[in-house]
Structures are given as C-alpha cells and as structure tokens.
C-alpha cells in the first residue's frame, strides 16, 4: 500500500524484534507522513496486553492514549476507540 494512502500503521511488538518495534517502524512510519501510530503488546504466558495510539506532530510522534489490560483504551483519533486491551488476550 502506497503510504500517502495509511492513515493508521499498527504495529504488533514481537519478542525478537523489539528495537524495530519500537524505534525503527515509528522512525520509518513518521518520515512517511502517516498521520497516526498504533503499538499493540501481548505477552499470552503473562496475561499482559497493552495499546498504545500515537499522533505525529511535527514530524514525531507523541502519544495520544495509552491502557493496559483492566484500563480502558480511549482515543477520537483517527477514529473513536473504546475498548480494553485484556479483550485481545485468548
């Protein structure tokens, strides 16, 4: 997908991947112009899951809303979200 064309990129953190995760996608995604970020986290063995929703702002991103499971995820941007990490959890 062209990236003027992404609004949301929605990045899913893997163990093994951790400094892409959280520095190379967002580096990559904001260079781009995607206008909003989403990191998911889910550690199954843990029962841990969490959001995060970033909007870029002069060309980096700042975090917008955050939860982890049990807290409420709430966000208007870049469309309304409402809902529990723990609700991504098996």
Do not use: W
């Amino acid at each position: 997908m062209p990236v003027r064309l992404c609004t949301l990129a929605i990045e899913f953190v893997s163990a093994g991947s951790r400094k892409q995760n959280f520095v190379d996608k967002p580096r990559r995604c904001a260079e781009g112009g995607v206008p909003y970020f989403m990191r998911v986290e889910i550690v199954r063995r843990l029962r841990h899951a969490s959001v995060e929703v970033f909007t870029l702002v002069d060309g980096e991103y700042q975090r917008t809303a955050e939860a982890v499971a049990g807290q409420r995820l709430r966000a208007d941007h870049p469309f309304e979200i409402d809902f529990d990490p723990r609700e991504l959890l098996p």
